[in-house]
Nanobody
Framework: QVQLVESGGGLVQAGDSLTLSCATSGLTGSMYRMGWFRQAPGKEREFVASIRFIDGTKQYVDSAKGRFIISRDNGKNTLYLQMSSLKPEDTAMYYC?????????????????WGQGTQVTVSS
């Protein structure tokens, strides 16, 4: 059984940094893409970043480039999202997701497994 558990969210001020973690279990092998998505109240779920577990190739939404870093620790089975220079518009529930396949994808439909989310709130 695949489980994804996010942690690390919280209330921060604009300009602050925050690192989200996603502990994974049940993902066998390395033929996975993993990603971070976010959803603000009243808005659709939005792609933030993805990474290919086998070689660490990464992909970001334009608004995250230069501010967010996605990474993984295969030994700890953990995915991370380092966020810096946070803005109020980054406020959302952040979800970790995993999908079978090596091609990096930004569509939520390409990910079969999801965590429960962790809330990030950025005050101005």
């Amino acid at each position: 059984q695949v489980q994804l558990v996010e942690s690390g969210g919280g209330l921060v001020q604009a300009g602050d940094s925050l690192t989200l973690s996603c502990a994974t279990s049940g993902l066998t092998g390395s033929m996975y893409r993993m990603g971070w998505f976010r959803q603000a109240p009243g808005k659709e779920r939005e792609f933030v970043a993805s990474i290919r577990f086998i070689d660490g190739t990464k992909q970001y939404v334009d608004s995250a480039k230069g501010r967010f870093i996605i990474s993984r620790d295969n030994g700890k089975n953990t995915l991370y999202l380092q966020m810096s220079s946070l803005k109020p518009e980054d406020t959302a529930m952040y979800y970790c997701a995993a999908g079978r396949g090596l091609e990096l994808r930004s569509s939520a439909g390409a990910y079969e497994y999801w965590g429960q989310g962790t809330q990030v709130t950025v005050s101005s």
